[in-house]
């Protein structure tokens, strides 16, 4: 059962810039901590962004923060992540992950999507 489904991953060159989106399906994630995981073979789940469930507090890994925004749709179901000045490093697959808390564990997450691929070229 797929509850989270990310959109907009896809090959940008370095600089360049990619949306991202994360959707629900089958029940709403409004109440919810929403964040942005990424990952790439042989590492570690790495923690990206995250917002708060009324869209008022954001978290930021150091190495996107001024560079990635994170952000909530209207009716705060859909979660966005904006990335600008893309780099090699930011490579991976991203995950779309819902919790109760703002927190930067992915164990404090408990619905996950199945991901996307970013993949920048240098």
């Known amino acids: 059962q797929v509850l989270l489904v990310e959109f907009g991953g896809g090959l940008v060159q370095a600089g360049g810039s990619l949306r991202l989106s994360c959707a629900p399906s089958?029940?709403?994630?409004?109440?919810?901590?929403m964040c942005w995981f990424r990952q790439v073979p042989g590492k570690e789940r790495e923690f990206v962004a995250a917002?708060?469930?009324?869209?008022?507090?954001?978290d930021y890994a150091d190495s996107v923060k001024g560079r990635f925004t994170i952000s909530r749709g209207n009716a705060k179901n859909t979660v966005y992540l904006q990335m600008n000045s893309l780099k090699p490093d930011d490579m991976g697959v991203y995950y779309c992950?819902?919790?109760?808390?703002?927190?930067?564990?992915?164990?404090?997450?408990?619905?996950w999507g199945q991901g996307t691929q970013v993949t920048v070229s240098s």
């Open positions: 917002i708060s469930w009324s869209g008022g507090s954001t």
């Open positions: 089958g029940r709403t994630f409004r109440s919810y901590a």
């Open positions: 992950a819902a919790g109760t808390r703002l927190v930067r564990g992915p164990e404090e997450y408990t619905y």
